[in-house]
């Protein structure tokens, strides 16, 4: 099966930074609204806010884009031949997730949620949002690469129940 690492989160969302931001991307600070009850938003403040399926958010508040993949704190791998994030939300299995998630991309039936567009300048990083990005090495298996090219993306995501027993959710990207 071709899929990266899971991570998961510790409760807020997972965001997808590009390897050229990550030194930027400071994650969940004390001064912060959300920690430290500051007066200025963070980046996890940021991720925090996106009240969609997913959607782009500036790295630092003004510098290159990550991509928030919100509503749910679930764990998530990426599927690099359907450029698509998996998200578990509910399964028996990681072979029934992934089954699951492909039959929902090959359905031209699918409604898609459309969650704007994201700009990359290529590969990227997936991770907790709280994480900083200079903490990465600390992180473990807690982060998995993204291999893509430079692009704007239009995102696209989903959560569905497939059957009885199976719920996903699936972010896709489709070059713009």
Same mark, same amino acid.
């Given at each position: 099966?071709?899929? $990266?690492?899971?991570?998961? $989160?510790?409760?807020? !969302?997972?965001?997808?930074?590009?390897?050229?931001?990550?030194? *930027?991307?400071?994650?969940?600070?004390?001064?912060?609204?959300?920690?430290?009850?500051?007066?200025?938003?963070?980046?996890?403040?940021?991720?925090?806010?996106?009240?969609?399926?997913?959607?782009?958010?500036?790295?630092?508040? @003004?510098?290159?884009?990550?991509? &928030?993949?919100?509503?749910? !704190?679930?764990?998530?791998?990426?599927?690099?031949?359907?450029?698509?994030?998996?998200?578990?939300?509910?399964?028996?299995? *990681?072979?029934?997730?992934?089954?699951?998630?492909?039959? &929902?991309?090959?359905? $031209?039936?699918?409604?898609?949620?459309?969650?704007?567009?994201?700009?990359?300048?290529?590969?990227?990083?997936?991770?907790?949002?709280?994480?900083?990005?200079?903490?990465?090495?600390?992180?473990?298996? *807690? @982060?998995?690469?993204?291999?893509?090219?430079?692009?704007?993306?239009?995102?696209?995501?989903?959560?569905?129940?497939?059957?009885?027993?199976?719920?996903?959710?699936?972010?896709?990207?489709? $070059?713009?």
């Amino acid at each position: 099966m071709d899929v $990266s690492d899971w991570v998961s $989160s510790m409760g807020g !969302p997972l965001v997808v930074v590009p390897v050229s931001a990550l030194r *930027e991307w400071q994650g969940c600070t004390p001064q912060g609204r959300i920690l430290g009850g500051g007066e200025v938003a963070d980046d996890y403040d940021r991720a925090c806010a996106v009240e969609e399926l997913a959607g782009p958010v500036p790295v630092g508040g @003004k510098g290159p884009q990550a991509l &928030v993949l919100g509503e749910e !704190p679930a764990t998530t791998c990426f599927l690099p031949e359907h450029r698509a994030f998996v998200r578990w939300l509910a399964a028996d299995s *990681e072979d029934e997730l992934i089954a699951a998630a492909r039959a &929902v991309l090959d359905d $031209s039936a699918t409604s898609w949620v459309d969650c704007g567009t994201w700009v990359t300048d290529g590969p990227a990083m997936l991770l907790d949002s709280a994480n900083a990005g200079s903490d990465l090495d600390s992180l473990g298996p *807690e @982060k998995a690469a993204v291999d893509l090219p430079a692009g704007n993306w239009a995102v696209r995501a989903i959560h569905t129940q497939v059957d009885d027993e199976t719920w996903v959710g699936v972010v896709r990207l489709a $070059s713009e």
